[in-house]
């Protein structure tokens, strides 16, 4: 192995050691006597005073040296112990990266072998271990630890391509991509498909960044990605605000991500085209309608067999149930009965306002966490320990706003012959949620009626609201 052209010795003396004796001068003769015995040549000698390693403060010495190594003026480091170069691990990784940057082989502390199998002496053999690690080795952590800073400080990741909504610098913000997101965000809550908002941004012209037509899949990550939250994901983790300006906020995003796991419980793959699936109550067995195509009508029908379980016995016609069930709801939602229901939720927004306060008081705890161990004022193990509770109590608690009933569905909808008209424009999926806000069940009579007509008799609707 060959020697170093010119090396550093660095000391130290801190406050906290001064007790022990290891002045300045007596390291920096041990370590001199050391490159003497190892044939070394030395460029430099960097010494800080009176700067403890733990405190945080800057050690110019240190630095400079850091600049040498990584610079490549200085080939080697010669240090009495460990603990004069760091005892921080965060301080250590940086240290690890520059030599790996530099490919500096050469290492050594004077006090190193009396201090082998102490924690410290783990660390010393990391250092040896680095020192001689792989190329690849250093360039992957190099990476990592590059997107963790990163992800820290709340800058955007490295990526191939800008998020849809920001420049290609991915913090500034879009304006006409700003509001397409906020418009199908407040859609996809009110209940429409991603397909459905796929056909209608297909109809527009409305490309994604890739410049393909969108897909439900591509769609889905737009919407549910928190970064649109202004919020910093790493490693599936959201550690803290971004850096970057939200495009919808906290409150609009969680109720995103509540509708995209409903919708998962639900299944539901193909495009809806009965207005009532899911509703209709087989009023013999009491088992789901499903619906059903003829060449010549629609209906919903009870189906025996293993895989549904009904009687097999009754049918509806669905054109004349649909237009019944409609012309209930419309009732219905223009009755003084859902404006009370909606105003009563009085307690539940009440409700949902305390917890999203709650949530957001946590989330400023992780921020200043993060923001603590960015600054280096605790380190990552204290980070970790501090950060696992807080997130604990969020999870808790946008699951508990999860649960909270919304009327998301029926905002905006108006009354009289606004509500009639504005319901004729609505696309099927948004008819659905409306009535899947409105509606527990509906219970459908057997009926022996012709098969074009319907009975009103027959229809029994269970009101949610
Ligand atoms: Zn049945």
New binding site residues.
Partial sequence: MSTPRSAAIYARISSDQAGEGLGVRRQVEDCRKLAANLGWDVGQEYVDNDLSAYSGKPRPEYLRMLADLASGVRDGVLVYHLDRLTRRPRELEDFLEVLDAARVRHVRFVARDADLGSGDGLLVARIMGAVAAQESAAKSRRVKRKMLQNAELGLPHGRSRRPFGFDDDAITHRPDEVAIIRELAERFVAGESLRSMCTDLDDRGIRSVKGVPWQTHSLRQVLSNPRIAGLRRHNGQIIGKAAWEPIIDEDLHRRVLATIDSRKVSGRRTPRTYLLSGLLQ?G????TLYSSRRVDSRRYV?LSGPDHR?????TVVAPPLEQLVTDYALFRLDSPAVADAIAGRGNADAEASALAAELADERETLDYLAEQFGTRRIDRRQWEKARVPVEGRVQTLERRLAQITRTDALTGLGSGETLRRNWSALNLDRQAAILRTLVASITIAPGTRGAQALDPDRVQVSWRL
Avoid: E, I, Q
């Avoid at 013999?284 to 088992?287: N, Y």
């Fill in positions: 087989c013999k067995c009491g088992r009870c009904g009687c097999g016995a009754l």
